[in-house]
């Protein structure tokens, strides 16, 4: 059994057990519906629309990808069909590549659905261009795709799908719902310590700012829409949030993988 067969089953059984419907009736709700509300009755221009409900897409996405693939090995783990997969030809890289594969492939038709019917409402109300859809969409799924890797991660890091869980909504609290604050009190922290000055944001704060995978997509697409690919302030241009967007598919996984090579299979 390969990694591309394992991939193959998990979107199919993610199919029979309608997750695929489920999860793309939330994008859409999430991202269409209050778009289209927003488009409908706000006076707003097209440009103003989709960068607001990219803000609000950002904050809704995460906590569905993390549900999504919290329980990609943890599941089986708990199921049992674990131990008897991995009695088979597929090592335990394999095993958790295929998973990635499955959980993001699902993700990202859910967000391409999701996105596609986003654009087309606003689109169709307010007009616009295709290039603003294309960067929305894109910079949509590959926030996606990177919370998608780290819930695996923290799957395959996991015991059970009950720490899962906890783990993964811890995740998504301190990522997206409290970074502000969290960010505040390290700015709060280094002035007292007289390490910045009041007021000051140096380059180390504003990495600080970008670090969660929400916040580098919201900054990569409106560096996009305002044309600054690489410009000579990386925190304005595109490259640096997509360099940490890269490294959050990657490094979640790796730790996973590293928890998940070594555990005990009960």
Do not use: C, H
């Amino acid at each position: 059994m390969s990694v591309r067969t394992i991939a193959r089953k998990d979107l199919a059984d993610a199919g029979r057990s309608k997750m695929l419907w489920v999860v793309t009736g939330i994008v859409l709700l999430s991202t269409a519906g209050i778009t289209g509300l927003l488009a409908a009755t706000s006076g707003m221009a097209a440009r103003e629309v989709f960068a607001l409900s990219f803000q609000l897409a950002v904050t809704m996405l995460p906590i569905v990808a993390l549900i999504l693939a919290k329980g990609a090995i943890t599941a089986e783990r708990e199921s049992g069909s674990l131990r008897m997969l991995l009695s088979l030809p597929p090592s335990r890289r394999d095993v958790l590549l295929g998973k990635l594969i499955g959980r993001t492939a699902l993700m990202l038709v859910a967000t391409l659905v999701g996105g596609l019917a986003t654009g087309l409402v606003v689109l169709t109300i307010l007009g616009g261009s295709f290039s603003s859809l294309a960067s929305f969409i894109g910079f949509l799924g590959l926030m996606s795709v990177a919370f998608v890797a780290l819930g695996v991660g923290i799957s395959a890091g996991s015991a059970s799908d009950s720490r899962a869980t906890a783990v993964a909504v811890g995740a998504y609290m301190i990522l997206v719902a409290l970074w502000n604050l969290i960010q505040t009190a390290i700015q709060y922290g280094a002035v007292e310590l007289g390490l910045i000055a009041a007021g000051s944001e140096p380059a180390w704060l504003q990495l600080v700012g970008l670090f969660p995978p929400n916040r580098a997509a919201n900054a990569a697409y409106r560096a996009t829409v305002e044309g600054q690919f690489f410009g000579t302030d990386p925190f304005a241009s595109v490259w640096l949030p997509i360099l940490v967007l890269l490294a959050w598919l990657f490094v979640p996984v790796t730790a996973g993988y590293l928890r998940f090579r070594d555990a005990q299979i009960g």
